[in-house]
């Protein structure tokens, strides 16, 4: 990248809140000259079932903890998906090889899904899954209060970032701005 380029990139440190710009032209050519393998496994066969089967595998290696209750079970699992998910689709920018002279390294992978278009079956169904783990969870917490707010919040914080309103938005509440000089 340019030293041009990383000065126009440069955002304000004082500001919490950063839309990132759209892509230069050489940068839009260099995302369609190969497929992005970090984001194309989500269109593949067998990727949605992962997720079912994750979240199974995490509810058995929850349960055969001696003296784990459903309830902190659930929750239990719940948070460990909601991190995982936040993680991976929403924390994590670029990708974790390099071969297309960093065309994607200011976007997270949710972004990078079908190209950035919004409401794809792939982005619909990784909506979908929080919400009906967060229903889940719930339910099998027996609408307890506290575990219900753990769990919103948790649900919240995956939700949200997948709204179209917010794509390309960055907060930087906890971390500093990277220095791209």
Known sequence: MSLEAKEARRRRSSSLVYKEPPESLEQLSDQSALPNPNAEW????????????????????????????????????????????????????????????????????????????????AKKFLLTVPIVLFLFSTHFTHYDLTFFIINCLATLAVVVPKLPSLHRIRFSFFNTPPDDA
């Open 42 to 121: 989500v269109n593949a066969k067998g990727a949605w079932g992962i997720h079912v089967v994750l979240i199974l595998l995490g509810k058995v290696l929850f349960d055969i903890i001696p003296g784990m209750t459903q309830e902190v079970s659930w929750t239990l699992v719940n948070l460990s998906y909601m991190a995982g998910s936040y993680l991976m689709f929403h924390y994590v920018r670029g990708v974790p090889f390099d071969f297309n002279a960093g065309a994607f390294d200011n976007l997270n992978m949710w972004e990078q899904i079908d190209n950035g278009d919004q409401y794809t079956p």
